[in-house]
């Protein structure tokens, strides 16, 4: 892998989101996300996978800076953009693109397809009149559409080719990094390889970076270079994409990669589904301990009190998990 390649892009160290919410004893926290840490090397797609609710979008926005962290550093380039103001992130902006979801909530409906994919121009003083229209032609042109479609509205194209709206309008202030958060999950499985194609070939042809979010694994390890499982606002591992898959440490990621469907019909699902017990812990008020614990067929007495770091246990290979190293299953 060259020099390039391993420069980090992005660090994040630490990074804390919390909301503040009311329980029936009184004010409480949630820990959306809960001191992690990752590097996105320049030019590589990092995956970012785990069950609902467990941060991975928080951790998207916060990067973005659409949330404020709580705490923590992301630093993009050299520059922490968690210490600066709406002022001085302007510039970064640019530089950081988002493709979101929902692709029909994430477009304006009262906005034509022009003034959606130009507004970012408009914003940054990219390109402006006759320039400016015929660099929103390319870009759609670029994800498959047309140039005739640029005068309509959102409602009048269907959910793949909204996204595709939606990647045009982020690549059209020409981004260094692109956070995709689970943006084929609102497709149709025939639409969503096309996608997903479409943003390799983007990257190829741009050099960009991704942040990739999604819930489908298989999709996830097509497309990553490397690969980070959350869980509850924590990281519980973080490898390389064919590595994870092969050789998972983590036992939230072994249950996590076992839920995959096997495309055999003589063979039965609890040959390799692990199926997990006990109850989902809350990230309100997080106590001290593993926060995977309570569902966890390995929970020992030390899991309860102290709270795993994130180790790296084989070269490149990082896991949060105090007997990942000795579980033999």
Same mark, same amino acid.
Request: with cysteine; net charge neutral.
């Given at each position: 892998?060259?020099?390039?390649?391993?420069?980090?892009l992005?660090?994040?160290r630490?990074l804390?989101?919390?909301f503040?919410?009311s329980t029936p004893t009184?004010p409480?926290?949630?820990?959306?996300?809960d001191?992690?840490?990752?590097?996105?090397? *320049?030019?590589?797609t990092?995956?970012?996978? @785990?069950?609902?609710?467990?941060?991975k979008?928080?951790?998207?926005?916060?990067i973005?800076?659409?949330y404020?962290?709580?705490?923590g550093?992301i630093l993009f380039d @050299?520059?922490d953009?968690?210490?600066?103001?709406q002022?001085?992130?302007?510039?970064?902006?640019?530089r950081?693109?988002?493709?979101f979801?929902?692709?029909?909530?994430?477009?304006?409906?009262?906005?034509?397809i022009?003034?959606?994919?130009a507004?970012g121009?408009?914003?940054?003083?990219?390109?402006?009149?006759?320039?400016?229209q015929?660099?929103?032609?390319?870009?759609?042109?670029?994800?498959?559409?047309?140039?005739?479609?640029?005068?309509r509205?959102?409602?009048?194209?269907?959910?793949g080719?909204?996204?595709?709206?939606?990647?045009a309008?982020?690549?059209?202030?020409?981004?260094?990094?692109i956070?995709?958060d689970?943006p084929?999950?609102?497709?149709d499985?025939?639409i969503?390889?096309?996608?997903?194609n479409?943003?390799?070939?983007?990257?190829?042809?741009?050099g960009?970076?991704?942040?990739?979010?999604?819930?489908?694994?298989?999709?996830? !390890?097509?497309i990553?270079?490397r690969?980070?499982?959350?869980?509850?606002?924590?990281?519980?591992e973080?490898? @390389?994409?064919?590595?994870?898959?092969?050789?998972?440490?983590?036992?939230?990621?072994k249950?996590?990669?076992?839920?995959?469907?096997?495309?055999?019909?003589?063979?039965?699902?609890?040959?390799?589904?692990?199926?997990?017990?006990?109850?989902?812990?809350s990230?309100?008020?997080?106590?001290?301990?593993?926060?995977?614990?309570?569902?966890?067929?390995?929970?020992?007495?030390?899991?309860?009190?102290?709270?795993?770091?994130?180790?790296?246990? !084989?070269?490149?290979?990082?896991?949060?998990?105090?007997f990942c190293?000795t579980? *033999?299953?």
């Amino acid at each position: 892998m060259s020099d390039e390649k391993r420069t980090p892009l992005l660090s994040v160290r630490n990074l804390t989101k919390y909301f503040h919410t009311s329980t029936p004893t009184g004010p409480g926290i949630i820990a959306a996300v809960d001191g992690i840490d990752f590097d996105i090397y *320049k030019g590589e797609t990092f995956g970012l996978v @785990g069950e609902s609710g467990c941060g991975k979008t928080t951790t998207g926005r916060t990067i973005a800076r659409l949330y404020t962290p709580t705490d923590g550093s992301i630093l993009f380039d @050299g520059v922490d953009l968690a210490t600066l103001s709406q002022r001085e992130l302007r510039p970064f902006r640019k530089r950081i693109q988002m493709i979101f979801q929902d692709p029909y909530a994430s477009l304006n409906t009262r906005m034509t397809i022009t003034d959606i994919v130009a507004e970012g121009m408009k914003v940054h003083n990219i390109a402006s009149g006759d320039e400016m229209q015929e660099r929103v032609y390319q870009m759609l042109e670029r994800v498959g559409l047309k140039r005739e479609h640029a005068s309509r509205y959102p409602h009048e194209f269907s959910g793949g080719q909204r996204q595709r709206i939606g990647i045009a309008r982020s690549l059209a202030v020409d981004p260094e990094m692109i956070i995709c958060d689970e943006p084929i999950s609102a497709l149709d499985v025939s639409i969503q390889a096309q996608v997903v194609n479409m943003l390799e070939d983007l990257q190829k042809e741009y050099g960009l970076t991704y942040l990739f979010i999604a819930h489908d694994l298989s999709m996830v !390890r097509h497309i990553s270079d490397r690969i980070g499982v959350m869980y509850l606002g924590k990281m519980a591992e973080i490898a @390389g994409s064919d590595e994870l898959y092969m050789n998972p440490l983590h036992p939230y990621t072994k249950s996590l990669l076992s839920s995959i469907p096997i495309a055999n019909p003589h063979k039965k699902v609890s040959d390799t589904r692990i199926m997990l017990k006990g109850d989902i812990g809350s990230p309100i008020n997080p106590k001290p301990g593993c926060r995977f614990a309570p569902r966890c067929r390995y929970v020992q007495e030390r899991c309860g009190f102290e709270t795993p770091l994130l180790r790296e246990i !084989r070269p490149d290979h990082f896991c949060a998990c105090h007997f990942c190293e000795t579980i *033999k299953d």
